[in-house]
């Protein structure tokens, strides 16, 4: 079974600066997506940035960039310009790219976010 | 366009009362997912369907039932309510498992189990 595991509960970060978040995975596939979810307060998740494993080049949505490295099992974001809408929850999440999977995401616990003005 | 609808919004309930979650989608999806999420934690998968008629457990079922008899709903049952059922649970849906396929999320139901 995959694992996610998030090892920043918390993270804090000046309005305009940059942070990264963490996340690592354990898997033994080799064809699988990656992805970074925010949910504010409102409790809605929303989609950050997703990443397929296949490709080599990072994934970036505007003021969101991921650094994927397949090798080592990590999926760190980057979010740059900070702003103070940015506060949330940031989960890390797994899909397989296996058909018989079930489109079935595997959640890491969580990095609060908070920006400072 | 609604998306996913999830009704109620919060329930108190109380240790060995049941009640139903419902979830509907209007956007023809064939996949739903029913999600919980403890305080502080991610999601973990309870249940999910693939379509009308087919539904699987997750990562953990126990306590919970589910069915799917159209393609627009996908209702959670929870028959013997204990404290540890206590969470947020989502309902989310997508509609082909493609490589790019977005998954669309509910609000959510908080459930309190006292």
């Known amino acids: 079974a995959q694992t996610v595991t998030q090892s920043q509960p918390e993270m804090s970060v000046q309005e305009a600066e940059t942070v990264t978040l963490s996340c690592t995975y354990d898997?033994?596939?080799?064809?699988?997506?990656l992805f970074w979810y925010k949910q504010p307060p409102s409790r809605q998740m929303i989609l950050v940035i997703r990443q397929e494993a296949y490709k080599q080049q990072n994934a970036t949505e505007n003021r969101f960039s991921v650094n994927f490295q397949k090798a080592a099992k990590s999926f760190s974001l980057k979010i740059s310009d900070s702003q103070l809408g940015d506060a949330a929850m940031y989960f890390c999440a797994y899909r397989s790219a296996r058909n018989n999977a079930g489109n079935m995401l595997t959640f890491g616990g969580g990095t609060r976010l908070m920006v400072k003005p | 366009n609604a998306g996913v609808t999830q009704t109620p919004k919060f329930r108190i309930l109380k240790i060995g009362q049941s009640m139903t979650l419902q979830c509907a989608q209007d956007m023809n999806h064939n996949y739903m997912y029913w999600y919980r999420q403890d305080p502080g934690m991610g999601l973990k998968l309870i249940y999910y369907?693939?379509?009308?008629?087919?539904?699987d457990k997750g990562e953990v079922p126990n306590g919970y039932n589910v069915s799917r008899s159209t393609t627009e709903d996908f209702p959670l049952r929870l028959e013997l309510a204990a404290p540890s059922q206590t969470s947020v649970y989502f309902c989310?849906?997508?509609?082909?498992?493609?490589?790019?396929?977005?998954?669309?999320f509910g609000s959510g139901t908080q459930l309190s189990v006292l």
């Open positions: 898997t033994s596939e080799s064809d699988y997506y």
């Open positions: 989310a849906s997508s509609y082909l498992q493609t490589t790019n396929e977005k998954l669309f």
């Open positions: 369907s693939v379509g009308a008629g087919i539904t």
